[in-house]
């Protein structure tokens, strides 16, 4: 009797839990820093997944049809925006998956144009305006309002558990920039200056004080010409550490920033922009790694 008791717990036990998790608000994000800023604000109560995984580059992706099959019953697809995951729609197409609403998270947000300051290929493929918003945390900030406002729309029964841990996380956020603002002030003022391999740095160089000396490419798995390599040597050389950053996902970039780096007897650093890994799985992790390798860099 006791057996058959326990064993029907068991089974009750198993079927609530399976409610639970087929209760799950489905979420996709583009890639995957979009996924952790879903995940901390949608909790237990929604399954998230990226399209690009750890470590994969948004602006080069080529979805497949597993991706396809991870949208097919999505319940919302959070997207960036801004040229950098247009392939999104493509992907929405390919998978008869046009109900599924697809939310931008940089709409209506006051983008940074690439200017024409810093050296660039004309014949990118990116939008006019720079896309990584999320490397300054104020945006960050309204990223994360906007999941909140999504989740509760979707689910309206737990709108206020997901307005909660938004502010929460905003809480930790705001923490966060602080934080930032106090790393950079420590690096001399004429020490600011990020040379990097792919532009990703315009919102980050904006709010934490920095300029972005240079740059070879918008697409990182681009190839430099010559001159542009000439151009790059001579940046180095006068930067006062000669240091310059490259990024995890930074493809045949990283053999050119190596070159001109041992070229001028220089420092390569990383800084995480357009992916989180399995080393730094967080979008904080992602942020307070950054400070410290600039303050590594540059003080």
């Excluded at 409610?19 to 979420?27: H, I, L, R």
């Excluded at 949608?42 to 997944?49: A, P, Q, R």
Aim: aromatic share 10%; hydrophobic share 45%.
């Amino acid at each position: 009797m006791r057996q058959r008791l326990l064993y029907v717990l068991v089974i009750l036990g198993l079927l609530v839990n399976s409610a639970a998790v087929s209760a799950q608000v489905k979420v996709v994000a583009t890639f995957s820093i979009l996924a952790d800023l879903a995940a901390q604000v949608g909790g237990d109560l929604v399954s998230v997944g990226a399209i690009v995984p750890m470590g994969g580059d948004p602006h080069s992706w080529e979805p497949t049809p597993r991706e396809a099959r991870m949208i097919a019953g999505a319940d919302v697809i959070f997207c960036n925006g801004l040229g950098l995951d247009t392939w999104v729609e493509r992907l929405i197409d390919s998978a008869a998956s046009a109900a599924v609403p697809i939310i931008t998270l940089s709409d209506g947000l006051p983008a940074l144009p690439y200017g024409d300051d810093h050296h660039h290929e004309q014949d990118h493929d990116h939008g006019s305006y720079d896309p990584h918003m999320w490397l300054d945390v104020t945006f960050t900030m309204e990223y994360v309002r906007r999941i909140a406002d999504i989740l509760g729309e979707i689910d309206p029964g737990n709108g206020a558990y997901y307005q909660s841990r938004a502010a929460a996380y905003i809480e930790k956020l705001a923490e966060l920039d602080a934080w930032l603002l106090e790393t950079a002030a420590e690096i001399p003022q004429a020490n600011r200056r990020i040379i990097t391999y792919h532009n990703t740095f315009s919102y980050f160089a904006k709010r934490y004080g920095f300029s972005v000396e240079s740059y070879l490419v918008l697409n990182p798995d681009r190839e430099p010409s010559v001159k542009d390599m000439v151009e790059l040597t001579k940046l180095l050389s006068a930067h006062p550490r000669r240091a310059m950053f490259t990024e995890p996902q930074a493809g045949i970039g990283i053999r050119y920033a190596e070159a001109a780096v041992k070229e001028v007897g220089g420092r390569l650093f990383t800084l995480y922009t357009d992916t989180l890994t399995e080393d730094i799985p967080t979008y904080i992790e992602m942020m307070r790694w950054n400070g410290k390798s600039l303050l590594e860099a540059l003080q």
